[in-house]
């Protein structure tokens, strides 16, 4: 069955640093998403992405968050200037038509 | 707007007995619900999803729940636990509109005990 890998599985980084998270989504799927889950606390939409553009962004993706496809096969998701506040774990999600969801298996950030 | 509210945090059941997970959700639009499922150290994996069709939907591994208008409600059930449900899962709306945003819930921990 294909997967939404997501690299890496754990990230370490000072406060202040930017971090890059990267996914490889289903191949032939066209829709976007980064999803986020801080500890004990519900899963959290980011932003969603089609066509080389932003479609929908939460109140949480501000200024210190940027999306890109830089190619065919990546999704990324750059923070910059972490804060510890930052620290959770990132899920990145694809769909064929935008209705039918895969979800990689997350990776976790810790700033420190 | 849309909300999802589950109303246990934590489910604990012997292993053979009915599950029972509950959730309630509020949409200004006719909704399409979803149910997954997070085992430790794995993705989000969908059980099974609602999409005004028919009102009860069977999913994977015996899973399936019923969509109720009049109670807003999408309560998850299985006749028989098995070891492997030990998971925490998540109700899910999304409003069946152009938005792709999912909505979820805080999540519930069902432990099965042998």
């Known amino acids: 069955e294909p997967e939404v890998t997501q690299t890496p599985s754990h990230q370490v980084t000072q406060m202040g640093q930017e971090v890059i998270l990267r996914c490889v989504p289903i191949?032939?799927?066209?829709?976007f998403y980064w999803y986020r889950q801080i500890l004990g606390q519900k899963v959290e939409f980011l932003v969603s992405?089609?066509?080389?553009?932003?479609?929908?962004k939460s109140e949480i993706f501000d200024d210190q968050f940027s999306v890109e496809r830089p190619d065919g096969s990546n999704f990324t998701l750059k923070i910059r200037s972490t804060k510890l506040e930052d620290s959770a774990m990132y899920f990145c999600?694809?769909?064929?038509?935008?209705?039918?969801?895969?979800f990689g298996s997350g990776t976790r950030l810790t700033v420190v | 707007a849309q909300s999802v509210t589950q109303l246990d945090s934590h489910v604990s059941v012997s292993e053979g007995t009915p599950v029972l997970l509950r959730c309630n959700y509020s949409s200004s639009y006719s909704p399409s619900l979803f149910w997954y499922v997070q085992h430790p150290n794995k993705g989000l994996q969908l059980l099974l999803k609602?999409?005004?069709?028919?009102?009860l939907v069977k999913g994977i591994n015996g899973f399936e729940a019923e969509f109720k208008k009049s109670e807003t409600s999408f309560h998850l059930t299985k006749p028989s636990a098995h070891m492997s449900d030990a998971a925490e899962y998540f109700c899910?709306?999304?409003?069946?509109?152009?938005?792709?945003?999912?909505?979820f819930g805080s999540g519930t921990r069902l432990q099965v005990q042998p």
């Open positions: 609602y999409t005004s069709a028919a009102t």
């Open positions: 899910v709306v999304t409003p069946y509109t152009g938005r792709r945003a999912l909505t």
């Open positions: 999600a694809s769909s064929e038509f935008g209705q039918h969801y895969t």
């Open positions: 992405f089609y066509n080389n553009e932003i479609s929908e």
């Open positions: 191949s032939n799927h066209l829709y």
